[in-house]
């Protein structure tokens, strides 16, 4: 890599210092990034907040993060500046993020399975992320945000829509007319995935947690919403099913709910998971799997391709990223605190 110049003007930034709680977030200033070869500056319009994010202000147990760095893996905003070579976008474009990066020329790559490139990464895990005014990306990872798609939405969808496309359609093969379980309706992956299965024909059931939250996943198209707080899930899933079960389950919880979660499946049901948020030691009763002729899929974030085209029906309005509220920069630490406390339904989004 050439040496790049010295940056000239300062930014401000979110940025995780060291681990520890909400606390230790910081807002501090940071040299402008100026772009190099084949890269662009985005000047950042919103920003969107990931559970993700939480996770690498804690820490994760075995995995060493670059600290202090600055998290966020969503944002949508305007090309500012061009590096050498930069060719595909101009300035003033209005782009969002793709949040993942990889090698983009192995043979995972180009079969549009970038998560499973040995060199795949996130913005705002494995390097400098989203929540900064600006930040330089190679022009690969910035891709047109359609007319009429604000900077608030455009900066809302892309991690989690990703994720949830990725879960059902590449990998659990959601067909119409199937029927579905996501849990944590009220998540932003959740949010998402219930719109997906929707746009793919599918009969939705789907938890949350309290009356207002179901209601609004019903609003976004749930068919049936079960309130994990005061009803058995498993039971629901039975009786609203017909005793049959469900063909897919959306995991996400991890060990609170996967026993449960292979037991809600029907004979070849498909169990997808992108997380564990309540640990990971989970139980599975390997009878329930060959007898029933279960599938497990392990699945997370997915390709530009798929991106581009959520963009598209997010342009469209066939499918709506949903914003719970957007704060400044300055109020990170209570995004934090909102999304660990499920005080949220669908994304928080941080402007600068
Ligand atoms: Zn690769």
Not at 59 to 68: E, Q, S
Not at 123 to 131: A, I, S
Request: positive net charge; hydrophobic residues 45%.
């Amino acid at each position: 890599m050439p040496d790049r110049p010295p940056p000239t003007e300062t930014m401000r930034a979110v940025v995780v210092p060291r681990h520890g709680g909400p606390e230790v977030l910081e807002i501090a200033t940071r040299p402008r990034p100026v772009p190099g070869p084949g890269e662009v500056l985005l000047q950042v319009q919103a920003a969107g907040v990931n559970h993700l994010d939480t996770f690498v202000r804690r820490g994760m147990p075995g995995i060493t993060l670059p600290l202090p760095m600055i998290p966020g893996s969503d944002a949508a905003g305007v090309v500012v500046a061009l590096g050498p070579g930069a060719a595909g976008v101009k300035e003033r474009d209005r782009v969002f993020v793709s949040p993942g990066y990889s090698c983009g020329r192995c043979r995972a790559c180009l079969s549009g399975n970038e998560p499973l490139c040995r060199f795949y990464g996130l913005l705002g895990e494995h390097r400098d992320g989203t929540q900064a005014e600006y930040v330089a990306l190679p022009v690969a990872q910035v891709l047109p945000l359609p007319a009429g798609v604000s900077f608030e939405a455009g900066a809302a969808f892309p991690l989690v829509f990703l994720t949830a496309w990725h879960m059902l359609v590449a990998r659990a093969g959601l067909r119409p007319g199937e029927e579905v379980l996501i849990h944590a309706g009220g998540s932003g992956v959740g949010s998402a995935a219930i719109q997906i299965a929707k746009l793919h024909g599918a009969r939705v059931l789907t938890t949350a947690g309290g009356a207002e939250k179901g209601a609004k996943a019903k609003v976004l198209g749930a068919d049936e919403v079960i309130d994990h707080r005061s009803s058995d899930v498993l039971a629901e899933v039975r009786r609203l099913t017909g005793k049959r079960g469900v063909d897919v389950v959306v995991e996400n919880v991890g060990q609170e709910t996967w026993e449960k979660s292979l037991l809600a499946l029907a004979k070849g049901g498909r169990l997808v998971t992108c997380g564990a948020t309540t640990g990971y030691e989970a139980k599975t009763d390997l009878r329930h799997l060959f007898f029933k002729g279960l599938s497990l899929l392990g699945s997370t974030m997915g390709s530009r391709a798929e991106l581009l085209q959520i963009a598209d029906l997010v342009a469209a309005g066939r499918l709506r990223p949903v914003v719970d509220r957007v704060l400044p920069f300055e109020q990170a630490a209570e995004a934090h605190r909102l999304l660990a406390a499920r005080a949220v339904f669908g994304k928080i989004v941080l402007t600068p």
